[in-house]
């Protein structure tokens, strides 16, 4: 388990934030997952920025052999449409 019990994904873009989400380090009975409560993009953010945010998450997971739980209604809602997340993707609805 990693030392770490919180992780920041930040997004800049022209030296601007553009998309932030904080990730904590829980335990579920299935073991540690990072909980991804929120997800923060600017209005106006270039397009693809959901994508990057994805993307370090994907990193994050990989590194640290660890799933993530999206409790953001929009990233549940990104998941679903990226079947390729499913190996990432803590607590999954069965339906």
């Known amino acids: 388990m990693p030392e770490e019990r919180e992780k920041v994904i930040e997004i800049k873009a ?11 380090l829980i335990e579920r ?7 991804m409560n929120q997800l923060f993009i600017a209005p106006g953010a270039p397009e693809g920025t ?3 945010v ?3 998450v994907e990193k994050l997971c990989q590194e640290t052999g ?4 999206p409790l953001d209604p929009q990233v549940i809602a990104y998941c679903q449409k990226h079947g390729e997340l499913t190996k990432i993707w803590a607590g999954k609805p069965t339906n």
């Not at 934030?17 to 904590?24: D, G, Y």
């Open 29 to 35: 009975k299935s073991g540690p997952v990072w909980a």
């Open 66 to 69: 660890l799933k993530v739980w």
């Open 14 to 24: 022209d030296g601007q934030l553009v998309a932030k989400s904080p990730l904590l």
């Open 54 to 56: 994805m993307k370090q």
């Open 50 to 52: 959901f994508d990057q």
